[in-house]
């Protein structure tokens, strides 16, 4: 089975992110999609994180009525800092079965050449990529031979500002999933 890994904080995942994952699943040759919850580093103290649980709880409920997306936690018992190419290595000794597609925004990509192992990870990963705005759209100093550019729509929805929306006391309904939304309606996170 061919399984897109779409990496992120997803602090809170919101409805942009579904919307590119729905794409990415009925327009690419990915059978499954897997939302890869980030830990919180032990080095930044960043106040606004959620716990890494409570993070992968919100994406769990945001994605139980979509049956080829799955939450995954995997690099919450890996050695921090940790990289893309030491957690790809853990899923496959895990899951020998599966091939793995990494899902990446565009403005990552000039930043690709910086990562640790990037040569191997071009030469065996696939790289599935998303339209992102952003200013300066430099040529990547990586090959693109398994990178698709796929053509889906441009979200710009910002945890961030959802964060401070609901810090602010603002409606933040249409922006989450619905039972995401409950679900921090009922809390104090990111109050």
């Known amino acids: 089975m061919k399984i897109g890994l779409f990496f992120g904080s997803f602090n809170p995942i919101h409805i942009g992110h579904l919307i590119l994952a729905n794409h990415?699943?009925?327009?690419?040759?990915i059978n499954e999609l897997w939302f890869v919850v980030t830990p919180r580093s032990p080095f930044k103290k960043n106040e606004s994180l959620a716990e890494d649980y409570e993070r992968l709880h919100l994406v769990n409920l945001a994605i139980e009525d979509y049956p080829h997306m799955r939450a995954n936690h995997v690099e919450f018992n890996m050695p921090q800092p940790n990289y893309t190419v030491h957690t790809l290595a853990k899923l496959r000794e895990d899951y020998p079965q599966h091939e793995f597609t990494l899902i990446m925004g565009e403005d990552n990509l000039t930043h690709l050449h910086k990562w640790k192992n990037i040569d191997f990870l071009i030469k065996n990963y696939d790289i599935i990529v998303y339209p992102r705005l952003h200013k300066n759209k430099k040529q990547p100093k990586v090959s693109l031979s398994r990178?698709?550019?796929?053509?889906?729509?441009?979200?710009?929805?910002?945890?961030?500002?959802?964060?401070?929306?609901?810090?602010?006391?603002?409606?933040?309904?249409?922006?989450?999933?619905?039972?995401?939304?409950?679900?921090?309606?009922?809390?104090?996170?990111y109050a």
């Not at 990415?24 to 040759?29: G, K, M, R």
């Not at 500002?161 to 309606?185: C, G, M, Q, S, W």
């Open 147 to 189: 990178v698709d550019l796929v053509d889906a729509p441009i979200i710009e929805i910002s945890s961030t500002a959802i964060r401070n929306a609901i810090k602010d006391r603002k409606n933040v309904k249409p922006l989450l999933p619905p039972k995401v939304f409950e679900a921090l309606d009922k809390s104090n996170l």
């Open 24 to 29: 990415i699943l009925e327009y690419s040759n």
